[in-house]
């Protein structure tokens, strides 16, 4: 069987290319709205999502990420908006929680004709001094971690064909 959801989600690909225009408000809302709507343990809705559009957040933000992995490259790849998710480490599932906003939002931009890429890191950035004064300026409590960050955009590339699947990854518990 297939329909338009399983040919979204089997079209995706992470992309490193983007073009120097922002995106729409209205592709970014349409976005955003999806990722509210993510699944969370017991229904908390508790990760939230940082925009980052404007140059200085972002410059900032990228030395902060090239900063942990010990780059000089743009770990966002030049993508003009960055959706960074960050989730309350006292509920259990926060990674968890984040990680389906951040696949939500990946499948909702690409199914209106954007590319994204998931991208790490974030957990450490907001770990630091510098970190943290971002999310008090942000108004992101104490108790909240980096989880993930979406980079978003028009891809300037053609998206890349998947990767052959691995073998042996579905295993039926009673053969
Ligand atoms: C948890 C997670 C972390 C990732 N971190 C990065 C990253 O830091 N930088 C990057 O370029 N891509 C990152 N990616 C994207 C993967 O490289 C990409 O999903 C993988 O190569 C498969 O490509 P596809 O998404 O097009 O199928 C990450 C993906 C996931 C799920």
């Known amino acids: 069987m297939t329909n338009e959801v399983i040919q979204n989600i089997i079209t995706r690909r992470s992309i490193k290319q983007y073009k120097d225009q922002q995106i729409t408000d209205e592709e970014l809302q349409t976005v955003l709205h999806a990722g509210l709507y993510a699944p969370s ?24 990420n090239a900063a942990v992995m010990n780059a000089t490259s743009n770990p966002y790849y030049d993508a003009p908006t960055v959706i960074l998710v960050l989730a309350p480490t006292d509920r259990t599932t926060y990674i968890e929680d984040a990680s389906c906003v951040l696949d939500t939002m990946m499948l909702a931009a690409h199914s ?10 974030e957990r450490q950035m907001f770990e630091t001094e510098e970190g943290k004064k971002l999310m008090k300026k942000w108004g992101v409590p104490e108790n909240f971690a980096g989880v ?9 590339c053609e998206l890349p064909e998947p990767k052959e699947r691995r073998e042996g990854r579905i295993i039926y518990a009673d053969k």
């Open 112 to 121: 209106i004709g954007l590319a994204s890429r998931w991208i790490h890191r």
């Open 41 to 64: 343990g017991m229904g908390m809705q508790s990760p939230v999502m940082v925009v980052v559009q404007d140059k200085d957040t972002m410059a900032q933000i990228v030395r902060m």
């Open 148 to 156: 993930g960050a979406l980079a978003l955009g028009y891809a300037d």
